[in-house]
């Protein structure tokens, strides 16, 4: 069954908050490709050190600053990045948040 999320359905999905900060100080950008699926990149480089230290294998050598998530997936990384500070910009069909 597909589902058609509103703007405020996506945003209580990820737990997003709107801020007045300019999108220039992000780390993270989140953009809903799909329905099931949730591109997750890495735009600063404390970002992007991260994603490579924290969460990446040691072995894998592919991290190209793009994850691609399932909803849930997408909500648990952005809390996890939440606690240690990161801010997000969420781009949805009806404009940009950033949290």
Do not use: Y
């Not at 300019?22 to 490709?33: H, K, V």
Request: net charge negative; glycine share 6%; charged share 25%.
């Amino acid at each position: 069954m597909n589902h058609i999320l509103s703007r405020p359905a996506e945003a209580a999905l990820i737990g997003a908050g709107s801020s007045d900060q300019p999108s220039c100080s992000i780390d993270f950008r989140l953009e809903r490709m799909s329905n099931h699926d949730w591109q997750i990149s890495a735009v600063s480089p404390q970002a992007r050190a991260w994603v490579r230290d924290e969460l990446c294998c040691p072995f894998a050598q592919c991290f190209n600053d793009v994850i691609h998530a399932d909803a849930l997936s997408a909500n648990s990384f952005v809390k996890e990045a939440h606690e240690k500070g990161f801010r997000t910009e969420f781009v949805g069909r009806n404009g940009k948040d950033v949290f």
